[in-house]
């Protein structure tokens, strides 16, 4: 979870980052192969183009679309909450080679579903990176895959249906990283942060009472 929000903090929020890409709910392309000297995102490939977009998910879900794959081409959104579980995946191996309207909700979201979405994939985290991968076959084929880039969308619901949108999430304070303090007893003060962004799953119920129980004394 800290190396999850290390990449969180240097691709959305700090806007002086290096590795920084967009605020969040903007889908962000990169047409490049990657080569070591990459680090944000551990061992990345080098015969994928990416893709990414930090999703927020308290004011409203937001939608991914996708365009039909003709010519047999592998791509790919990884679909990761706060805890770092890939828990769903968008792409040729997951649903198909077909154009596809994809709603990504937060756990206690309440809405209808618009008839036009092919599926809703559920969170119990605020914040969710969906990380794309779109297959190129050599630098002859970089056009192409670039083509199929452009037709990835992402938006909130509301820009989707065409209704007002909800009020704005809370304004939030995002620790800022250190490396430093993450490898000392610091380390709480992004875990804590964390903690607010999730739904703590049931399998550690007692576990999380037994830290607040101790925290308290």
Known sequence: MMDHYKM???????????????????????????GPEYTTIVRPNNDTFYSVAWLDLRAEPMIIQVPAIEDGRY?????????????????TRATGFDAGTFMIAAADWQGETPENVNKVFRTGSNFVVALGRTQVYGPDDVGAAVAVQKQFAAMPLSQFTGKP????A??????????????????ITYFNFLLGQIKPNPSESALLARYLLNKSR
């Open 75 to 91: 791509y790919s959104f990884q679909l990761i909450d706060l805890y770092t579980h890939n828990f769903a995946y968008i792409g």
């Open 165 to 168: 949108a909800p009020a704005p």
């Open 8 to 34: 969180l903090f240097a691709q959305a929020v700090y806007t002086q980052s290096p590795a920084y890409e967009a605020p969040f709910n903007q889908l962000v392309h990169k047409s490049v192969l990657l």
């Open 170 to 187: 809370k304004q939030l304070n995002f620790p800022i990283w250190n490396p430093q303090q993450v490898k000392s007893a610091g380390f």
